[in-house]
């Protein structure tokens, strides 16, 4: 299995969404036990946050690496230099050059 932060992030979200509920559902009835759902709820959201943000940027920075490796390879080929550059235009043969002021 590849993705198992992405994985365990959702996990872990929707542990913490379902304990809110609990803790609310218990507020009125009891306090300890909604606190107790409560203290779940917040530490399975940080830690499924955490486990999706750490996947997301693995992978920005998997994409970020392969693709200057990708710049790399398509450039290593090319041997330019001032020779092979040329900069002329249709019909600027017939063009008289501009008068110096």
């Known amino acids: 299995m590849k993705n198992k932060k ?8 929707a542990q913490a969404v379902t304990c809110l509920v609990l803790s609310i559902i218990l507020w009125n ?19 499924g946050t955490y486990f999706l943000l750490s ?30 550059i040329l900069c002329t235009f249709e019909g600027e043969e017939d063009m008289e050059p501009m008068p110096a002021l």
Request: glycine share 6%; with cysteine.
């Open 6 to 13: 992405q994985v365990f992030g959702i996990a872990f979200v």
């Open 29 to 47: 009835k009891n306090k300890v036990l909604a606190r107790t759902f409560a203290v779940v709820s917040a530490l399975g959201g940080v830690a």
């Open 55 to 84: 996947d997301r940027v693995q992978k920005k920075l998997a994409s970020c690496f392969s693709d200057a490796e990708d710049f790399e390879d398509d450039f290593e080929d090319f041997d330019v230099c001032e020779d092979d």
